[in-house]
């Protein structure tokens, strides 16, 4: 073998081993979280509180909206309307077909029971109630739905209805699902309605539906589980847009086009369970350290410490950054434990922890003796 060959066999055996050793450094930074493969066609799964894409799926694919359009209906009623309005129903229902609460033309029942009636049960006769009153006529509540979904950001977003039904000019996307669904969990009467498993309307007919559960039965399914909405025609697949909360940690699952609703909230629950595993619980602030010194007026110098343990959930691959805000003008005297600033830990543009600041010790009000002595030193340093 000539010595160019020889060189070329160990530069290719130089790149093998190279390779093998990156390819294991990679491999080592995947055990953070579980890996995550669904069959649904398309998903995502973002952070509720900063809207960061933690996973997706073909998440920009365009889909047909089923029941989900119903969260921007109810989003632009609760901006609109107060939860206590008294609404006629009139002829629009119609239009509605088998799919509702059965109202009838004349009948008035509060907003908040349309509401919960659109959301809980999917009730297309109390989106078409609801998009009348609050648009004038239904066409004009619909302009109200594509504008507000522009201005939320879900631009991949059209609709042309309020409840969802087929129609091929109505599409959406999983990513504007979750920026929508983010959007009206801002909402506290909106969270409360997708939040409800069973909900008792106030009809003047005890003979008509009084009682409207939630078909989103990940509510009963999984503890951590806060919402949202449910739909399904058959172009579109069984959907659902989730959420689900622990005390820091807050997560919005959209899973579109399953086969089941059987297989739709399964996968769901493995989506959200995979947002969890991205974060760890661990101490992030200890009780008594030191975290700043700070020079009083008369040379005096104090530490300020932790006043409390302080644990958080953080993402297992992200940096953490601390700052600390210190009260104006510290001054004598200064007792042990006296809170004179406070200190936060942030993730990602978020606050995960965060605890008061306290002097480590006791300081009195100086003598006059040691005021002048300060002042005298001062002098002295300044001529020499």
């Known amino acids: 073998m000539n010595r160019t060959a020889i060189k070329t066999l160990i530069l290719a055996i130089t790149l093998v081993v190279a390779a093998s050793f990156q390819s294991a450094a990679f491999a080592a930074t995947d055990t953070t979280a579980p890996s995550l493969k669904i069959k649904a066609p398309a998903a995502i799964l973002i952070d509720e509180k900063t809207g960061e894409v933690l996973w997706e799926k073909n998440a920009d694919e365009k889909r047909a909206a089923a029941s989900t359009a119903k969260m921007m209906t109810a989003i632009l009623a609760l901006e609109r309307e107060e939860m206590d309005d008294t609404i006629t129903v009139g002829e629009e229902v119609a239009a509605a077909g088998p799919y509702g609460i059965k109202l009838s033309v004349g009948e008035r029942l509060a907003l908040k029971d349309l509401l919960y009636a659109l959301m809980l049960s999917s009730a297309n006769d109390s989106a078409l109630v609801i998009a009348d009153h609050i648009g004038g ?158 020079a009083l007026k008369y040379g005096d110098e104090l530490d300020l410490v932790a006043k409390d343990d302080v644990e958080g959930n953080v993402r297992r691959s992200l940096e953490t950054s601390t700052t600390i805000s210190l009260k104006r003008d510290i001054d004598y005297p200064i007792t042990k434990g006296q809170v004179l600033g406070k200190i936060k830990v942030n993730q990602a543009g978020r606050e995960v922890a965060s605890t008061k600041l306290i002097a480590e010790r006791s300081i009195e009000k100086p003598r006059f003796t040691k005021i002048a002595r300060f002042y005298l030193d001062r002098l002295w340093k300044s001529i020499f």
């Open 137 to 294: 006529d239904v066409g004009k509540f619909i302009d109200l739905m594509n504008t507000k979904a522009t201005r939320i950001g879900a631009f991949s977003t059209h609709y042309a209805n309020p409840h969802g039904l087929s129609d091929k000019t109505q599409y959406t996307t999983a990513r504007d699902l979750a920026k929508i669904a983010r959007y009206g969990l801002k909402n506290e009467d909106f969270k409360t309605i997708v939040s409800t498993t069973e909900w008792k309307l106030n009809r003047s007919d005890p003979k008509k539906l009084t009682v409207v559960e939630n078909r989103n039965k990940l509510l009963g399914l999984y503890p951590l589980a806060t919402g949202i909405k449910t739909g399904y025609i058959s172009e579109a697949g069984y959907c659902l847009v989730s959420s689900a909360e622990t005390d820091t940690v807050s997560v919005i699952a959209v899973v579109l086009g399953s086969g089941s609703y059987k297989r739709l909230f399964n996968e769901s629950q493995q989506v959200l369970d995979y947002g969890f595993s991205l974060y760890e619980k661990k101490k992030l602030i200890t009780k008594g350290h030191k975290h700043r010194m700070v």
